[in-house]
């Protein structure tokens, strides 16, 4: 008898910890579990709140490099505050030894195009002939420096998105070239509406690319029209307008 009493104590006690549900975090406006143990924050976000779930309750929280990320916790919502760029561990535990950790990266902001289809516009006086413009659009879309499939991505080094790095992939995977960009807000001269100016200046070539960026339809898709003119007037002197079309899909 007493080795059966002694046996049912065992279990109770070994169980004592799965009594509970699994300690997790959801997002404290769209109630969405963050997955994956891995929060990603922007270094220019003022903060970012969450609700604990699971576990016991009367939850402790600590954070490794409070250099990189700090806390703030009222009982009820969870608040992380973005200090500086890097990467630090987060643990959520209870007073029963159930424990959660997160991996909290803090970065710069990014948006990533890629790029379903290329077109070029052009245009010109009476002289430039179907033949000519056939050439042109050609060329254009050959000498794109990236090919559908191939994708633009903006890091921001400033909370205004004014400014920053920028990689165009000329294809889905592979190398990529490098350069900076700054962005504005102009007015289009032809439609009077503001629209997104961003002029990329590539490391080692100096080679510039202006884009004019307007929101496309359905939601989700941009057009990146690049103003090329120059590059080709100098063959076809009748031509007046050039730019390269990119529809492209933000991710």
Do not use: W
Not at 50 to 62: A, D, E, H, M, Q
Not at 223 to 240: A, M, N, S
């Amino acid at each position: 008898m007493s080795a059966i009493l002694a046996a049912i104590t065992i279990v109770s006690v070994s169980c004592g910890k799965n009594d509970y549900s699994p300690i997790y975090l959801v997002d404290a406006d769209t109630q969405t579990p963050i997955e994956g143990n891995r929060l990603t924050l922007n270094i220019f976000s003022e903060s970012n709140k969450y609700l604990i779930r699971g576990g016991k309750g009367n939850y402790t929280i600590s954070v490794a490099d409070r250099n990189v990320a700090d806390f703030r916790y009222d009982g009820d919502t969870l608040v992380y505050l973005p200090v500086s760029a890097g990467t630090t561990e987060s643990i959520i535990a209870d007073r029963s030894g159930n424990s959660y950790v997160l991996n909290v990266n803090v970065g710069n902001p990014q948006s990533v195009y890629t790029i379903k289809k290329i077109e070029a516009s052009i245009e010109g006086d009476d002289d430039l002939t179907l033949g000519d413009i056939k050439e042109v659009e050609a060329s254009i879309i050959q000498e794109s420096p990236a090919g559908e499939g191939g994708r633009f991505e903006f890091t921001y080094a400033d909370e205004n998105y004014s400014s920053g790095d920028i990689k165009i992939y000329p294809e889905a995977t592979g190398s990529y070239q490098v350069g900076i960009f700054t962005a504005s807000r102009k007015q289009d001269t032809d439609t009077e509406k503001e629209v997104l100016h961003i002029k990329a200046v590539m490391a080692g070539t100096n080679e510039t690319y202006t884009f004019i960026v307007t929101f496309g339809s359905p939601e989700g898709n941009y057009i990146f029209q690049e103003e090329v003119t120059d590059r080709y007037k100098g063959e076809y002197p009748e031509l007046t307008k050039a730019y390269r079309i990119y529809q492209l899909q933000k991710q």
